[in-house]
């Protein structure tokens, strides 16, 4: 069985009276202990993909199972709890709440998963080069720092399935080395792994590599 398994997704978005195919017949899937990256020029439907894979948005067309449940077409609640019981989700952008600080998010994610302990924040913080931001807000982080606190979030809850989308921006080589160990090692520990990413870095670590294009995964 897959970690997780997309069968031909499709995702339109209407933009006044054109039609925009986002998705066009994608087939995926993730590996357990498997570290893959996903990449594709701007606009070639990767964020949308990993916003389809982990139900925070749902395919006009196909399926996605997750430990041989299905995710689509479910009411959110039920998707909610797929995500909590087996997703650590890094997006663009909203992955931090910002009346808490970095400790205070990584924690909460701990207590709604009933996942991970306090005692091991430090450590995930210091893994992912944040030594000392525990007790910043997050309006205070730079934007490379905002994305590493936000996979932190991430990795608390020790999640099955890592979904993550350019979490190597705006870092320095050493940093973006530190991260990449990190997340290799979510995968020795039987994590399925899946990285939007344009660094060449990060792809050279992948065990497997998926291009994206016009919406499509290109093959060959």
Same mark, same amino acid.
């Given at each position: ?134 007790? &910043?807000?997050? @309006?205070?982080? =730079?934007?490379?720092? +905002? !994305? #590493? *606190? ?42 399925? &792994?899946?990285? @939007?990413?344009? =660094?060449?870095?990060? +792809? !050279? #670590? *992948? ?14």
């Amino acid at each position: 069985m897959f970690a997780l398994e997309a069968t031909e997704l499709y995702r339109f978005f209407h933009a006044g009276d054109e039609e925009v195919v986002a998705l066009r017949g994608v087939v995926l899937t993730l590996n357990t202990g498997e570290f893959t990256a996903l990449r594709g020029p701007s606009g070639s439907g990767k964020s949308t993909l990993l916003a389809c894979l982990a139900g925070i948005d749902e395919p006009d067309g196909g399926v996605v199972s997750v430990m041989g449940e299905r995710m689509t077409r479910r009411p959110e609640p039920e998707r909610a709890r797929l995500r909590a019981r087996h997703f650590g989700v890094l997006m663009q952008s909203g992955n931090l709440f910002d009346h808490l600080t970095v400790r205070a998010n990584v924690r909460l994610q701990m207590e709604i998963s009933g996942r991970g302990a306090p005692g091991e924040i430090d450590g995930l913080l210091g893994s992912l080069g944040l030594d000392g931001l525990a007790g &910043v807000f997050p @309006v205070h982080l =730079s934007g490379g720092e +905002a !994305a #590493r *606190a936000g996979l932190a979030v991430a990795l608390a809850a020790k999640p099955s399935i890592l979904l993550c989308d350019e979490p190597t921006a705006e870092v320095d080589a050493a940093t973006e080395q530190l991260v990449i160990d990190r997340l290799i090692g979510n995968c020795r520990s039987g994590g399925a &792994v899946l990285i @939007v990413t344009h =660094s060449p870095a990060l +792809a !050279a #670590r *992948a065990d497997r590599i998926i291009d994206i294009r016009d919406g499509g995964i290109v093959h060959g």
